[in-house]
C-alpha cells in the first residue's frame, strides 16, 4: 500500500470527527516506498492517535501527520526496544496538548489503562501497539508534561504490491450500502466517527445522543429503517431496551451494539444474550463497515 494515498484520503474523516478547534497538517514525503499493510488497520492506527491527541488538547491545538523513509542502523535500533534495523516508512503523529510523564509513558500500551476515568476503555492504544507488532513494525513515543506527544511508527519497506491492493478495494466495495441506519452513540467522537465511515460507505445515516432521540426519529420516520447501531450503555435506557421498543414501530428493525466492554463481559453482567451482533470499540473503518453487512444481510 502507498502511506501516502492512505493518510490523504483518510484526512478528510479526520476533519468531520475531530473538534474545530483542532488543526490538522499534513507532511508527507514525496516517493516513499510502499509498506506491506492492510489499510483499515493503519486508518484504525490514525483514528485512534487522532482521537488520543484530541482528548489532550480540550482547548484546540494542532495534530500533525508525517511521513518518511528513514533507515535505523544496528546501533539506532538496539537503543530502541524491538526496533530492527534497515530501511523503513515512518508514520508520526504528533500533537501540541499537555503531554504525558514518565510514569504514564510506561503503561500507555497496556490493555484497559486509561487516563480518562469512565470515559476510557484503555483499549485504543493497546490495539494500536498490536496492529504495529502484527505489520512487523514498531512504535516509538517521545512525551512529556507540557510538550505534546510524538508517536513515531516504523514500517519495514516491502516491494510492489499491485494484486493486494486491487484485493483491498475490491473489499472496500463490497462493503457499501444504500440502506438506512439509526446510529444511536451518547460519544460525540465515536458517533461522528461511525457517521462519517458509514456515509462515506454510501448509507442513509440518522443519528441521536440516547434513547428518547432515537425513538423520537424511529416514530417520525415514513420510509423504510433497516438497522440500528446502538451503543449498549446509553443515559435512560439501554441499547437492548431500545431495541425493543424500536422494532415494535419498525417490525423489520436489525440491530448491532457497540461498546467498550467485550462481549463477553456484556453476556455476563446479563445485557445482552451471547450470540448478538455486536462490535466493540474501538472499531476500524472496515471493521465497522464488515460488521454492518453482516447485520444487515443475515437471514
Known amino acids: 500500500m502507498d502511506l501516502d494515498e492512505t493518510v490523504k484520503g483518510f484526512e478528510k474523516l479526520l476533519w468531520r470527527t475531530l473538534p474545530e478547534d483542532i488543526r490538522i497538517e499534513l507532511e508527507l514525503a514525496t516517493g516513499i516506498p510502499r509498506v506491506d499493510a492492510d489499510v483499515g488497520q493503519i486508518e484504525q492506527i490514525l483514528m485512534n492517535l487522532a482521537v488520543n491527541a484530541a482528548d489532550a ?33 515512518r508514520l508520526a503523529v504528533r500533537d501540541t496538548g499537555c503531554g504525558m510523564d514518565k510514569e504514564t509513558l510506561d503503561q500507555i500500551f497496556e490493555p484497559f489503562f486509561s487516563t480518562k476515568g469512565e470515559r476510557g476503555t484503555g483499549l485504543g492504544l493497546a490495539t494500536v501497539y498490536g496492529i504495529v507488532q502484527q505489520h512487523g513494525g514498531d512504535i516509538w513515543v517521545d512525551s512529556a508534561p507540557g510538550m505534546g506527544a510524538a508517536f513515531n511508527i516504523y514500517l519495514p519497506v516491502a516491494g510492489n504490491s499491485p494484486a493486494a491492493e486491487r484485493e483491498t478495494r475490491a473489499e472496500t466495495v463490497d462493503l457499501k450500502g444504500r440502506e438506512t441506519i439509526l446510529l444511536v452513540e451518547d460519544n460525540d467522537q465515536v458517533r461522528n466517527l461511525a457517521r462519517e465511515i458509514l456515509k462515506r460507505q454510501g448509507y442513509t445515516i440518522l443519528e441521536a445522543r440516547d434513547g428518547r432521540e432515537a425513538l423520537a426519529l424511529a416514530t417520525s420516520r415514513e420510509g423504510p429503517l433497516h438497522l440500528l447501531l446502538t451503543d449498549v450503555v446509553l443515559p435512560g435506557m439501554n441499547g437492548r431496551e431500545l431495541y425493543d421498543e424500536a422494532v415494535r414501530l419498525h417490525p423489520e ?47
Open 57 to 89: 488538547m480540550p482547548n484546540g491545538g494542532s495534530l500533525t501527520i508525517e511521513t518518511a523513509v528513514t533507515e535505523p542502523d544496528e546501533a539506532q535500533a538496539a537503543s530502541r526496544q524491538g526496533a530492527r534495523p534497515g530501511r523503513h516508512v
Open 253 to 299: 428493525l436489525r440491530v448491532l451494539y457497540m461498546s467498550g466492554y467485550s462481549e463477553d463481559v456484556i453476556a455476563h453482567r446479563g445485557v445482552l444474550d451471547e450470540g448478538v451482533r455486536f462490535i466493540q470499540k474501538p472499531f476500524s473503518v472496515q471493521g465497522l463497515a464488515a460488521r454492518i453487512r453482516e447485520a444487515l444481510e443475515r437471514t
